[in-house]
Nanobody, 118 residues
Framework: QVQLVESGGGLVQAGGSLRLSCAAS????????MGWYRQAPGKQREFVAR???????NYADALKGRFTISRDNAKNTVYLQMNSLKPEDTAVYYC????????????WGQGTQVTVSA
């Protein structure tokens, strides 16, 4: 059974930090690219970051330097460290997993809300 369970969202002031976690079932974590997308109110879902099973990372250009993706293979967990948060980072953040590094994700979590106040 495929499971992706996000946690760590919440309310934070602008300039603050949050770390999101996504616990994945072992059957998808070990061989899949893991990543994060986000969807702000009234906007389309957009790519945030991805990390391969070997640790290669890729970020949305606008988020480089503020967001860091990592994975703990022993815990089947992927993380998204978000620093210097801005109100425009407010969105639902979705964990995902896929077979191809630049391909569309195959599996999605339910999402976790991140709200950044001014």
């Amino acid at each position: 059974q495929v499971q992706l369970v996000e946690s760590g969202g919440g309310l934070v002031q602008a300039g603050g930090s949050l770390r999101l976690s996504c616990a994945a079932s072992k059957n998808i974590f070990s061989t899949n690219v893991m990543g994060w997308y986000r969807q702000a109110p009234g906007k389309q879902r957009e790519f945030v970051a991805r990390i391969s099973s070997g640790g290669i990372t890729n970020y949305a250009d606008a988020l480089k330097g503020r967001f860091t993706i990592s994975r703990d293979n022993a815990k089947n967990t992927v993380y998204l460290q978000m620093n210097s948060l801005k109100p425009e980072d407010t969105a639902v953040y979705y964990c995902n997993a896929g077979r191809l590094f630049y391909g569309p994700p195959d599996y999605w979590g339910q999402g976790t809300q991140v709200t950044v106040s001014a």
